[in-house]
Each structure stands twice: as C-alpha cells, then as structure tokens.
C-alpha cells in the first residue's frame, strides 16, 4: 500500500486524496511526501497511522525525501507507527501547538481518559471544548461498537489558528461501514450504506424506530449537522466509496437547512474508490461561526424528530427538571 | 422508594462512556421503575453528554416502562445542554412508541 501526502491536504480535497491511495499488497505500507512542502489534515494522518497500526511496524515506512514541515508529522506522532526514525531534532517542550498527537484507542475507559486529558490540549472555550468532547465522543463509540476493529481506532485533532477551526480524523480497520449495515438493511452499494449510516434514525443493529437500548442511529447524523450548521466540511470513506459534505454557502442567512437524507446536502461523492478495509470519518468545526450547543442540538433535533416520525403522536410529556 | 444517582461520580465531568450509562439502567433505573419507585438523576458537576450516553441510559426505561418512566424519572441539575438531550430522547422515544414497526433486535 502507499500513501502520499501532498502539499494541500485538507477535506476540500478529500476525496482527491481517496484517489491517490494505493491499497495494492496489503502488507506493507509506504508513505511519502511532497518533496518541498506538505500540508496534512487529520484524517489523512489516521488513515495512514491505521494502516501501519494493521500492517505493523516493521512492515510499514516513510519513503523519500521529507521536507523541512514533514515535522508535524514526527509531533503528531506517525513516526512512531513505522519503522522510520524521525529526521527532526527539536526541543519537543517548545510551545506547542493546539493539538492532539495520533491516538489509539481500544476501550471505552481509553476513550473517557482521552476526551478527559487530550481534548484540554487544544485550550478551547468551554462550549467548543463541548463540541469537540461530543464529535470525539460520538465518532470513536462508533468505532468501538460497530467496526469489531482489533486495534481500535486511532484518533488525531488539530486547531488551526489562521482559519479558526479544529479538524478531527478518526480512523479504524474494522469491517466497514457496508458489513456492519448488512444484517439488517442489505445495502446495495457501499456507497449506499454511507448514506444509510448518515441518516438519523437508522442503526446497524435494529430496523426498530427508536433503536435498540443501546443504539438509535443518530451518530453520525448528528456529527454531519454540526459541521454543515458550522460551515464547515465533513469525510467519510468506507469500502469502495466515500462523501464530502461541502461547505455551505456563507451568504445564506441563519442556520443552514438540515436534511435526513445526506444526498440533499451538496456534496462530492465517489463509488469509485480505493476498497478501504475501515472506516474513516473525519470533520472540520469552524470556530469563527459556532453556534451556542444548544441552538445547534435544537436544530439537529428536531430533524431528527421529524425524520423518525411515522405518524403524529396526539400530546409529547415532557422530562421533569428540577 | 425514590433513588438519587449522582452522575459525576460514575461518568466524569461529560458523560459519554456508554457502558457506564447501560450498568446504571440495568443495576439502578430499571429496577426501582419496575417498582414504581422514582429515580433522581443527578447531573451536578456534568458539564455535557453525548445523545448517545443519554439514549443508553434512558431509551429503555421509557420504552418499555412507559408512562411509570415519564411519571418517575427525574433530572436534577442538569444544565441546558444535558436538558436539550435528554428532551431529544423523550421526543423520539415517545414518537417511536406510538408507531413500532420493524423486527424486534
């Protein structure tokens, strides 16, 4: 397999990004870079970590020539998934940085200590600090309930100060998205099954309205809305496709309309793409335009709400709050 | 019989840890509603909540204990965000109750 980091990886070009990977002899992996300048994004930093994590180390390397801002890629920690020493000699202990190196997570309890000691690192507001802890929350459950991953799933986090946004990437080698749909929705397509795991309301584990004790099929859903009703863009790549949520047009007013059907949002998709064996999901959240959480969870909600709606119901109660 | 269950203690200032909220259903909340007793829980020093850790904790009392559920499950401190989470389930779980369709999991 290869990977190739280029010098404008963000998730506007992601799924030229999905184009370029070589998944060809799955033991081995080989990742290089552009030769004068590399630019990486989360989400291609845990597809390549999840890669070596399932090829191993011994089996996995970084080629070529690494240009002087392939350091980021030492401080996110790739290095250490490969067999490659870092070239870079730095004072590790310099300011850093708001960000969150490449993580594995195998447990729900990693998953809490995670979001307890990581997400800090990024030094956010406590409301975006919410809408990280939630996103990181949401996306790695998934993985440790639906992907039957063996090595978990490797998470990495960044702010961007001149855009003024955090990108999350979070990536897993498990069965992928079509597998853990097929028991009880039969996709026709792996592209199929993404738009399937993206509407609010179904779940891999039940056909029943409402979900099962465990699950209601509002993860990524929920996740896909927070980026859109921030702006902001939102990947996901399993089996032989993959879909960017694009941004939404800045000059429309007020909160962009939520759908439950991921199509109606303008989008890229590909069903043409590399068979990645996992799932990665990765999602911008632009700080600049994030609403309070409660706006957002209110819109997010109510499509939800009408989504599972099969018929009126006559009088909702409502919880009592002390 | 009422209970209070302090959440802070058992899920950490946000709660997301799933399998903390389905031991708390299964131990805590289940047993007391299928006496009729009532259930407080306590969310001081929680600051948020994942839709997912509400809906494991609450979905299945309110599915299958009903209007007991409505009736006895109580929240306590919780701020504005947990609020809005925990009325999302409400709504859905009490949508999904009028009209239950599909093959049971």
């Known amino acids: ?322 | 019989m009422k209970i209070v269950i302090k959440l802070r203690t058992l899920a950490g200032d946000f709660a997301e840890n799933k399998e903390v909220a389905k031991k708390l259903r299964i131990e805590k909340i289940m047993p007391v509603l299928s006496k009729n007793g009532g259930v407080v829980l306590d969310f001081a020093g929680v600051s948020g909540a994942t839709q997912s850790f509400i809906h494991a904790l609450i979905s299945d009392p309110l599915r299958e204990f009903g209007e007991v559920a409505l009736d006895n499950l109580y929240y306590k401190h919780a701020n504005e965000k947990i609020q809005k989470i925990i009325s999302i389930v409400y709504r859905y779980m009490q949508e999904s109750s009028h009209g239950e369709q599909g093959e049971p999991s």
Not at chain 1, 228 to 251: M, V, W
């Open chain 1, 1 to 322: 397999m290869k990977i190739h980091f280029s010098n404008q990886e963000s998730l506007r070009n992601f799924l030229r990004f999905v184009a370029s990977l070589d998944l060809s002899n799955p033991a081995k992996l080989e990742i290089s870079t552009h030769e004068k300048w590399v630019t990486v994004h989360p989400a291609n930093l845990v597809i390549a970590a999840a890669l070596a994590l399932r090829v191993g180390k011994e089996h996995a390397k970084i080629t070529g020539k690494v240009p002087q801002t392939g350091i980021y890629l030492d401080r996110m920690g790739l290095y250490q998934f490969t067999q490659t020493p870092s070239p870079f000699r730095y004072n590790k202990k310099e300011p850093a940085g708001r960000f969150v190196p490449l993580t594995v997570i195998k447990t729900a309890s990693d998953q809490s200590r995670f979001i307890a000691d990581m997400v800090p690192l990024l030094h956010l507001s406590e409301d975006h600090a919410t809408v990280v802890k939630y996103i990181i929350g949401e996306l790695v459950r998934n993985v440790l309930e639906h992907s039957l991953a063996p090595n978990g799933a490797v998470v990495a986090a960044q702010y961007f100060k001149k855009t003024n946004r955090v990108s999350i990437g979070i990536c897993d080698t498990g069965i992928g998205i079509t597998k853990s749909m097929w028991r009880h929705w039969q996709p026709a397509t792996d592209l199929d099954a993404l738009f399937l795991a993206m509407t609010p309301g179904i779940s891999g584990t039940t056909r029943r309205e409402g979900g099962t004790a465990e699950n209601a099929g509002a993860g990524l859903f929920f996740i896909k809305s927070i980026a859109k009703i921030t702006r902001s863009y939102f990947a996901i790549y399993s089996g032989g496709s993959a879909y960017t949520l694009l941004k939404y047009d800045k000059r429309v007013k007020g909160f962009p309309r939520l759908y439950a059907d991921p199509r109606r949002d303008p989008h890229n998709e590909t069903r043409n793409a590399p068979a990645f064996a996992g799932t990665l999901v990765a999602v911008d959240v632009s700080l600049k335009i994030t609403p309070e959480f409660t706006a957002l969870l209110t819109s997010i909600g109510n499509v939800y709400d009408a989504a599972i709606r099969e018929r009126r119901r006559a009088k909702y109660r409502e919880p009592k709050f002390l």
